[in-house]
């Protein structure tokens, strides 16, 4: 029996959540303010998106762009080199964004 290709992405779409956090499950802190803009390549399209927040492995977006969890995208931030990265979470025009390596901040 032959094995059919299926399309398995994810969509964007999340669970919700029975109840509110109780604890911070972040490694580090977000900075905000610290980059207000970026450019992202995304389907192969540039796009100029608001940063909201950045840390060392990731950061917040606010685009009208809306990816599938675990897409790829490609992040240049002013003045660094371009970094790939991949979509950890879609909601209400945000878009969280996990690196594919860390990052040092300056």
């Known amino acids: 029996m032959g094995m059919h290709k299926r399309n398995l992405g994810l969509a964007g779409s999340l ?3 029975l109840e509110p956090r109780q604890v911070d499950q972040r490694a ?3 900075l905000e303010g610290l980059v207000q803009r970026a450019l992202i390549t995304f389907r192969g399209e540039q796009h100029s998106v608001f940063v909201l927040n950045i840390s060392s492995r990731g950061t917040m977006l ?3 762009i809306v990816p599938r969890i675990g897409e790829a995208v ?4 002013d003045n660094c080199t371009s970094i790939h990265a991949f979509v ?5 025009g945000r878009v ?3 690196f594919g390596h860390e ?4």
């Open 74 to 77: 490609v992040v240049q931030f």
């Open 103 to 106: 990052i040092v901040l300056g």
């Open 62 to 64: 606010e685009t009208d």
């Open 88 to 92: 950890r979470w879609v909601r209400g």
């Open 15 to 17: 669970i919700p959540r």
């Open 96 to 98: 969280g964004l996990n």
């Open 28 to 30: 580090e802190n977000r």
